[in-house]
Every structure is written in C-alpha cells, then in structure tokens.
C-alpha cells in the first residue's frame, strides 16, 4: 500500500504526457458512419458521439472497482465517469424519404450552429431558409422540418413566437458590449414595453445544447479562455473554436441517425409504412401563428378535458390513468414509484364521563359530529384522570377536538377558569380561534366568553381587556416570552387560573429553537408555582415522529405523559407517485433533466381541470412565484385560461390581510389549486384536499410525510405526487422510492445544556422571579448553582438577580428565533396605484430587489423601477415578459480570529475554532429567459452583507491537494463533501438539528467552470453557528470538542458506503444550498485520511474528468493559517482518549516552532476513555 506522500513535480509532468497520449489516440479513431445511401464526402460533421445512459447514484451495493496494486502493467484506475454509451441500429434499410431528411438535418443543424456562434441574429426560418437550400440544393419547406422535428421532438423547437421578445441583446453579442448599468436597462425595457404592435416570426432552433462560451485573444485572435471572472470582465464577443462546433454538430446528427434507425425498427415490428406514418404524425408538427391557433385542437383536447371545472370528479386511478394517455407522458413514473395505500375504516371509543347536551349538541351542529374517534376518547380519558397528554397521529385525524373539549368542559363547571392555547404560527392560531368560536355560538352561557388571540399583531388598547377578560387565549411563544412572563404582575390572575396549557405542532419546537421554549415552559411553570398553581395539565398533538412521548417531557420539564398514538380516524384509499422530470431528449440522457416546473405544472394544470383539489410545495418562496406562473401559461395553452382566478400562491412574505383571503377562499372551496411554501406543512385548515404535488423533494423525509398528509381530508381517495427534479438528492429518491416509504421518522432533540440559550433563560426568569438555586435547580437544572455564582448579581438574602448586562429588559437579549425586524416595503405603482404587495426582509431583499430586477408575485412579474435602501422601500411596475432576473452573488465564509485549537490524536492537523466573518456580495443580475439561458448581464452596486458567527474549521493539508490534482479529483468538491460527511454527523455529538450549523457549500457555475476564477477559496472545512448572531448558539462550540471523532468516523462512513459517487448515506446533504452538484466522494475520502494521518492507496484511487474538472483550473488554493488576536488567552488541546486525559500542551496557537502571539493556559480535562 503506498504512503501518503506529495506527488512531485516530475510525477505530474508525466502523468499529462501520458494523458495526452491517450486524448490524442482517440482522435485517431475512426468516426460513426454517415446514414445509408449518403455518400461520406458529403456529410457535415466529423467525429463520433454516442447516447448515453446514466450511471445510478447508488448501485445497490456493489463496491468501487479497485485496481491491482501490483506495479508496472497494472492496468489504470478506472476514470470515473457517469454514462455509458450504446448505438441504435437499423434493422431495414433507408427508405430514400428519410436520407433526404438526414441530408436536410445536417444542413440545417450547420447553419443553425454557425448562425448563433457568429451572427447578432435570431434563427428563425426566413433567416436559415436560403442558407440551407444552399447545401440541400433544393427548396426547403415548413412541412420538411415538421417532418424533422417529429423524428427528434425534444431536440428542436419550430414554433411561431412573438418578435419582441427575439429583440434582445444577448450576453457578450457585439464587439466591446460592457455589461450596462440598471439604469440604462430599465430605459430600454421600458422602451419595449411601450411598443403596442407585436407580429409573430417562425422560429427554429435546437434546444438539446449549447457551446460554452469562449473570448477573442486580444493579440493572436485565437479562441481562448476567459482569465478573469465574469464580474470584472468586459463582455465580448463570444468566440467558438472548430473542434467545439464540430463536437457538437456531430452529437446532434449521430443523435438524429439513431432516432430514425428507432422509428423505422418501430415500423418494422408493426408492420407499418414508415413514410405514410411520418406524414400523418408531422401535421401535428406543422406550426401555426397564434390567432390561428384557436381553431386548432390542441393534443391536451384528446384526452377529454372537462368543458368546465366539475364539482364531483372521477376516481384518482381513473384520472392517473387519463394523464398517462396524454401525448406528453413519457412513463415519467418510476420503477416501483407508484403505491397504493387501501382505505382505513373508522374506529370509534367511549369516553369515562358525560359531556352536557349542550356540548354534544354543538359538536352536531357545527361539525356533524356524533361519535369520537378511538385516539379521541383515549386521550380526553387520560386528561380527565390527571394525565398530561401528546397525540401523535396522521395530519386531519382530528387532534384539535382533543383539547377543545376538555376546556370547553372544564369552563361549563367553572367560568373562571383559563385557557391558553400556543401555536407557532399566527395563522394557525387564526384557524383554532375560528374553530373554537363556532363551537361557543352553539353553547348557552358561554357564547360571551372572551376569546382571543393575543399576539404581536394585537391592538395595544386591546392587549389589557384580553389580559383582564379572556378565558382561552391564543398565543405563541414568542409572546409568552416577551410579553406574558415579564409581566407577571399583571397577569397573576390570568396564571393562578390557569387550567390547561396546549402546545399544538410541538414537532416544531426542536433544536435550538426547541430548546428556547423549553426553557420558556420551564418558566412558566415556575411563575405559576409561585403564584400558587401547581395542577396545570398540559396537552400537545405533534406530527408523527420517532420519540413523541420523550420530547413532551424535555419540553414541559415534567415527568408523567401518556402517549396516544393509534390513529381511529378513517381515510380514503391513498396513491402515492415518485414522478421524475423525463430528459430534454428521452434517447439521450446526456440532454439532461427538463423543467422541473413546467412538468409539475403540466401535471397541476390537468389535475384541477378534471376536478381535484390541488396545492404545490415548493423549497423557496421564488420556485412557488415561478411554478404559478408556469402554471398560467400552462392554463393559456390550454384555452383554459378562466381557470386562473382560482388559483393562488401562498408563502411567507404576503401582508397577513392577503394570507388570511387566501385562507378563507380555499376553506370555502373558490380556490381549486393553490401552491405554496413550507407555511402551509402545518395544520391550517383550508379545506378538503385530493392532492399534494411536492416540486422537488423538501430537505427531509419528514417534510414529505407533512407534505404528502395534506391531501385527503374529506375521506375519499387522494393522491400525493413527488416530482424529482435534476439534483442527486431528488434523483436519488427516484431511483430509491422505497426508502421514502421505509426510512424512519427522524428523533426530535433539545439541548437543555447549551450554556450561551441556559444563561440567557436563567437571566430572565431571574427578572420574572429572584432565583434561588436549591428550589429553582428543578427547572433550570445542576448548572444553575454556578451560572447564579458567576453570572448574577446576589443579594444579602441569599437571592440572584439579572445581571445588568441585560437590564433593563432581558428578553431583548434572548432572540428565540432568527427573525428579523427590517423589511422593505415592495409597492406597486402601476398607473399610480401605490399599493404596498408585500414585505421583505432585508436579507432576502438585497438577492430579490434592485434596479431592473423582476418581482414575481401572485406569478405576475413585477418591474422594479426604484430601490431605496435608506428608504427600505422599492417601486414596481406590472409588466408582461418571457424572461427573469437573477442575481449575480456570492458568500465567502472565512474565520477571522483564532480562539482554541486542539490537535488530532497521532496527527501533525489541527482543528481551529473562532470567530467567522460570512461576507455576501450582490454585484449584478443576468437577465434569463425560459430556457434558462443569458440574454443579458448588468451590474448593480448594492454594499455587501456582513455578519459574524462562531464556528470551527480545519485547514487542508497540502499534501491532500497534491494527490487529488495529482489523480484530476475535483478539490472543491472533495472538500464540500468532507464537509457534508461531518456536518450529518454533528447530531451524534451535539443535539442539534439539521440547518442549526452552516457551511460553506460549492457552486457548479464557479466550479466547473471552463475559465480561471479571481475569486480563488482556501482549502480549508469550515462549520458556522447559523443563529445566535456574533456570539453563536453555541453548537459548533460543543462540536469542537468531539471534532477528532466526528473526523473518524465521517471517514468510516465515507469508505464503507457502497455508492460510486456519493449519496445521502455518506457525503450528500438534503439540505445543500446547491443540491450537492459539486462532490467527489473519493476526494473527501483522501482529506479526510489526511487530516487523521492514515494511509491512502493512492493507486485504486479513481481518476477525475476532464470535462467536469478541467486540468489547470484552479478554484481553491491551500489555506494560511488564521493567527489568533495579540494578547488573546488560546487553549491549544491535545486529545489523549485512550489514557483517559485531556492535555492541553504550551503551543500558543503558533506553528510548528514558531512563538505564537497568544497567552496560553495550560490544563488538565478528564477525556474520553
């Protein structure tokens, strides 16, 4: 086995002589013969291209193909590519209709190619007709290209568009074009969009690829790389060399020849005309201008589409079987990606006690409502023995019942008692009030009853009467926090009343922010001890999750729970479906995944036409903006465009009045369709659902579980669809379905020891109540006696006091959540409306809004003709474009200040922790249009973002570097995924929960790309706390300690995961802000080993690509080391577990033999045997 060792300057010289030898003995081999019938001399293209298909992420546990590790003749290590090739051949020869159409295909593909590498002008046909019968020597018709783009639909687009929207300046076309100013491109688009007439121009192009781009060299002319990153760069004239033009050229006329030798093999095994077949097929491939359109039934009309939106729709399978039929499905559904889950019968209980007439009655009336499920009757049983109680059961089992009727009972017998509800949202705390009110109507005596909602959007006249008055309040614990706690005084009756305490969505309170209503409820319970309260009983329902019963005690504090967790509601039969975006070109995966968005709303659109209920999850506010929008013009082709007024967004963002519509016109059933961000997961009722179509899989498997629950409320059948889109995570799950129906429900933790959230609670309890740590150490715990000794202030009784390090008001040292109180306001101000659309937080508005930008809203598109920083405010303008904007960004995350260090055990690595700088720069935006491709590039000058943080990181060895340029490994990606492979396993070590630490991951467009970057990162794995604002949560504090454990097994993990490439099991992350497209699985593997000082078998290493990774484009560079401050006391640990001891030896934070800066404390810890 060779030693880890630096490859040398000779070694690499070698290695690129070799490889050049191999590149140029594949140019010597002979290309792929042209169709039958065409003589060689006259084809146009050059070279050989194969279809390939994709290599699966995981590949059900078979091992990476090792190399011998004898020398000499050993064969090389196997290069680590993601396709495979193979050739379609024809079993018939070429009728002489289809060699004509080859010979037209050539032509037209090297002129389309040579017109949009050299000319400032669109491809449309009157611009190709004459250069193509050039080289058919005959007249080329509309009919022959239909004929063409029938073979290869997914290849070529041959459609009538609007001309303005052809007029456009694309990116680097026109000899010294600089990228312009806002200003200057709001006077142009505003230009356009003035302009009333629009014609429409037959337009041809190839969709199945483009070049990359290339520059002009300023003195030889030749084609070459960029060497400066696009954002300092002029724009030039892009500059295309032969050898791409061929490649290409080649890939599409390989590609068509196998399209037709598929076509005539289909012929041939039906016994059928192939010419008289094609014919019939290319009329539908014969394009029309639009005001001609109308009269043309459309593919969708065959499949029976409902005149208008039925009341009474057919069965899910009836209608899943319709959409299968239609001209656009292409077996999307993936191998054993389709479930059916049978319907559940309902199983009815008896409660211990009677409830009055009154309530029965008014549980008839409102909701029809007879009997109680069995999970019903069970848990109001247990709370009136006593008991505290959790309900864990599926999404609209009913759960809310189980703590309206013990309150409603419990105030028939006493009109003093109190309530108080927590949700932690203010809608659902909306739609609990609503429901809890139409039950009061129905009950005499209680109809008056003050009830209320008492949270930040509550009237300050308002606050004192609902204090006072109200007997069920509904809040969160935000308010219980600021408001209710420090206010004790006043609220004393209120709490010596109180009866019942509901945490609803406890699911929600996990991790750091879980951690933070602990202590709130811990709180809580001590004021009303000491008010004289000690009988509250407290009831939570939750999502299903692994440890429901455990995580309602580590949140109340309180030792007895029962648990309720069998389901007696009934449910409809349930259809699942793991639908993946199909290729661009289905018989050449190399196209790449389509539109991920355009198939959801494809799929969307038929759905709610025949009748079903719909709403869309997408991850981010801007994909539910875009998907809407998708879904319009969707419903436009349709001629189905009445439907749209019944279909909305729904997301964070929009004013509460636009939310609370929203709401209310999809509960009342005016909304057919809605599609919405992750704030519609939890439980506001917004009526019976029949579907669930989530865009893209959400982070995690519980998030599809609470996405998927949502449809079936009325208790018929119901379907939940998954649409995978392009990124590994996604993939993986649609080559893996089984998984989402097997894996377990992740364990909800909160962490009651994290000193920096412990101290902050203990502060203000202190303010609420003097602490006294013998009776209050039941609440807070065994390390309040030395936070009181160290941290509080004590008085001559023996009592602690808040440190005046948070006086006046405590609470406003202890942020809850990472929320942000700066926003800016986004007003419309077309035709002079100066209506206010909706609100922004400042660190989402500097990505969204600048001069130019496109607003998306409702899925209109929204202009911004003025941004006022100082103002916080931007002006729009409702305009009607093809195309987007998006920004020109980036974030470095870089330590700054060294504060500890300790060693790795039998290694020269160290591990680092400190003070992180995140520095985000917006510098510009690109303007796209639908297919994703840059028409046009400005720059903006916005100051950056900076914030700090906590975190740990470790430098690179350089050595590492070595050997992963040495074998082509991608080092960007090497270190995304050493990164990824710790951060998942940071849970075992420190309780915490997924997105509480950061990191910095790796973007393709940076990465991959085929030019020098100025913007060069060091080699280095850095770990940040997300929240907690400069001084961190304190969770990458207590990860540093185990940092040299967390570096084994990460690297155990790594090595022993079956999968080639990597996968969610070992160095992917469902929650990479980039989708994990930058990862070498193999290149975390080599840093990892070196940071431990273990061996590598640099031989059986897999070599990287040259087309992913190209040789000599550097991205990252080895890292220097963060000194620490001058004077600043740093620890520097050497971890000995094996003999027990911590030993912290004189180092100072210098290098090797150098004289650090600063002071160091040397000690002893107790280690880990």
């Known amino acids: 086995m060779v030693k880890l060792q630096a490859a040398t300057v000779s070694n690499k010289i070698a290695r690129k002589r070799k490889r050049k030898t191999v590149e140029d003995d594949d140019t010597n081999k002979p290309s792929t013969p042209p169709p039958p019938d065409v003589d060689p001399e006259d084809s146009l293209t050059l070279g050989s291209t194969t279809t390939t298909v994709p290599t699966k992420i995981h590949d059900g546990g078979k091992k990476p193909r090792r190399t011998p590790k004898g020398k000499g003749d050993a064969p090389r290590p196997p290069v680590l590519r993601r396709n495979s090739s193979t050739i379609i051949e024809s079993s018939i020869p070429w009728p002489p209709h289809f060699t004509r159409l080859a010979q037209t295909h050539r032509a037209l593909n090297l002129v389309y190619t040579f017109c949009c590498t050299r000319k400032q002008l669109a491809t449309t046909f009157e611009t190709i007709k004459t250069a193509v019968e050039g080289h058919i020597k005959r007249e080329l018709l509309i009919e022959e290209v239909a004929h063409v783009t029938a073979l290869i639909p997914r290849a070529i687009n041959f459609a009538y568009v609007d001309e303005a929207m052809l ?5 680097g076309q026109g000899e010294g074009l600089k990228g312009r100013s806002a200003k200057e491109f709001i006077s142009v688009e505003k230009e356009k969009d003035e302009e009333k007439e629009h014609k429409e121009v037959l337009l041809f192009e190839f969709i199945d690829g483009d070049l990359k781009r290339q520059v002009q060299h300023a003195k030889t002319g030749e084609p070459t790389k960029p060497t400066r990153s696009l954002r300092e760069e002029d724009l030039k004239m892009p500059v295309f060399s032969q050898k791409q033009m061929l490649k290409l050229i080649e890939k599409r006329n390989v590609k068509f020849t196998s399209a037709v030798n598929r076509y005539l093999n289909d012929c041939a095994a039906e016994n059928v005309d192939p010419v ?13 201008p639009s005001e001609s359109r109308a009269s043309t039934p459309s593919v969708e009309s065959r499949a029976r ?4 939106i039925p009341n009474e729709r057919d069965t899910i399978p009836e209608i899943v079987s319709e959409i299968k039929t239609l001209e656009w499905y292409t077996g999307q559904i993936v191998p054993d990606g389709h479930r059916v889950f049978d319907p559940q019968p309902p199983i009815y209980g008896e409660l211990y006690f009677e409830m009055s007439q009154t309530l029965v009655n008014a549980l008839y009336n409102t909701r029809g409502i007879t009997q109680l499920y069995s999970h019903q009757a069970e848990a109001i049983n247990n709370l009136y023995d006593g008991h505290n109680v959790i309900v864990s059961t599926s999404t609209s089992s009913g759960k809310s019942l189980i703590y309206q009727i013990p309150v409603l009972h419990e105030l028939e017998n006493d009109s003093n008692s109190r309530a108080m509800y927590i949700f932690p949202t203010k809608a659902l705390a909306q739609d609990q009030r609503r429901s809890l009110k139409d039950l009061l109507r129905f009950m005499d005596g209680l109809q008056d009853l003050v009830v209320e909602t008492f949270d930040g959007d509550t009237a300050m006249p308002d606050r004192n009467h609902i204090r006072d008055e109200a007997r069920i309040i509904f809040t969160n614990p935000d308010m219980l926090h600021i408001t209710i706690l420090p206010q004790e005084e006043l609220w004393r009756t209120f709490l010596q009343n109180l009866k019942f305490v509901v945490v609803d969505e406890l699911h929600v309170y996990n991790g750091l922010f ?14 009303c001890a000491a008010v004289g309260n000690r009988h509250i009983k407290f009831i939570s329902c939750s999502a299903t999750v692994a440890n ?19 389901d007696g509601s009934p449910s409809g039969r349930k259809e699942f479906l793991c639908w993946n975006t199909p290729f661009k070109d289905p018989a050449d995966p190399t196209s790449g995944r389509g539109n991920t968005l355009v198939e959801a709303a494809k799929l969307f659109c038929q759905l709610i036409l025949r009748g079903v209920r719909v709403i869309a999850f997408c991850r981010i506010r801007r994909k539910c903006e875009e998907l809407l929008g998708a879904v319009k013009q969707e419903l436009t082709f349709l001629e189905r465009s009445s439907a749209m007024a019944r279909v909305m967004a729904y997301r964070g963002g ?3 009045q636009d939310r609370r519509r929203i709401e209310k016109e999809m509960f009342e059933g005016k909304l057919v369709g809605i599609v919405a961000t992750s704030a519609l997961e939890l439980g506001v009722d917004i009526g019976s659902l029949d579907a669930v179509i989530t865009v893209g899989f959400p982070y995690t498997i519980s998030n599809l579980r609470q996405q998927s629950g949502r449809a079936g409320r009325r208790n018929k059948d119901s379907l939940s669809v998954l649409v995978g889109d392009c990124f590994p995570t996604d993939q993986y799950y649609m080559e893996n379905p089984d998984e989402i129906f097997t894996k377990p429900n992740c364990e909800l933790q909160v962490d009651l020891t994290n000193m920096l959230v412990l101290e902050g609670h203990i502060q203000c309890a202190a303010y609420e109540m003097p602490i006294r740590p013998d009776e209050d150490k039941a609440y807070f715990g065994k390390l309040l006696p030395d936070i009181a000794e160290d941290r509080m202030r004590k008085d001559q009784l023996g009592f602690y006091h808040t440190d005046e390090r948070f006086l006046p008001h405590p609470y406003r040292y202890v942020a809850i959540r990472d929320t942000e109180d700066s926003h800016f306001a986004i007003v419309d101000i077309t ?8 609100e922004l937080e400042a660190s989402r508005a500097f990505y969204s809004i600048y001069e130019g930008a496109i607003f998306l809203h409702q899925g209109n598109s929204y202009l911004v003709r003025e941004f006022s920083q100082e103002r916080m405010i931007a002006k729009v303008e409702f305009v009607r474009v093809d195309w987007t904007t998006q920004s020109r960004d980036y974030t470095d995350i870089d330590p700054i200040e060294t504060e500890a260090i300790r060693r790795i055990p039998d290694s020269l690595s160290r591990a680092f922790f400190g003070t992180i700088k995140v520095h985000q720069v917006v510098f510009g935006f690109f303007k796209i249009d639908k297919r994703r491709r840059i028409l046009d590039a400005v720059e903006v000058e916005h100051p950056p973002i900076i914030i700090f943080s906590k975190g740990m990181w470790l430098d690179v060895p350089k050595s590492a570097i070595e050997i992963l340029n040495s074998h082509r490994l991608n080092v960007a990606g090497a270190i995304h995924a050493a990164e990824h492979a710790i951060l998942s396993l940071m849970p075992n070590f420190v309780i915490s929960m997924p997105g509480d630490v950061h990191t910095e991951c790796k973007i393709a467009i940076k990465e991959f790309a085929k030019k020098e970057t100025a913007r060069k990162r060091p080699a280095r794995l850095t770990f940040y706390d997300a929240q907690g604002g400069a001084g961190g949560s304190g969770i990458s504090t207590k990860a540093f300690e185990f940092i040299d454990i967390l570096l084994a097994q990460a690297c155990k993990r790594v090595e022993r995961c079956h999968c080639h490439e990597g996968c969610l099991e070992c160095c992917c992350s469902e929650r990479c802000k980039y989708a994990n497209q930058v990862m070498s699985k193999a290149g975390a593997e080599v840093i990892l080993k070196t940071l431990l000082n273990l061996e590598i078998d640099v031989d059986a290493l897999p070599w990287g690509e040259d087309e992913v990774a190209p040789a000599g484009i550097e991205t990252v560079v080895v890292a220097e080391e963060v000194r620490p401050a001058r004077g600043r006391v740093v620890e520097v640990v050497e971890v000995k577990r094996e003999k027990g001891v911590v030993v912290v030896v004189d180092d100072g934070g210098g290098g090797e033999g150098e004289q650090g800066d600063g002071v160091v404390v040397i000690k002893e810890e107790p280690g880990d045997a």
């Open 167 to 171: 007029q456009v300046n694309l990116m």
């Open 276 to 288: 008289e077949k094609l014919q019939i097929e290319s009329v539908l491939f014969i394009p029309a």
């Open 305 to 308: 589409l409902p005149a208008s």
């Open 514 to 527: 879980g951690s933070h209503v602990a202590l709130i409820m811990r709180r809580l319970r001590r004021i």
């Open 548 to 566: 429901p019963e455990e995580h309602m005690k580590t949140i109340f504090g309180i030792d007895q729970v029962k648990l309720t967790d069998f």
């Open 654 to 656: 929009y004013s509460p």
């Open 831 to 838: 035709n002079g409306r100066d209506i206010v659309l909706e």
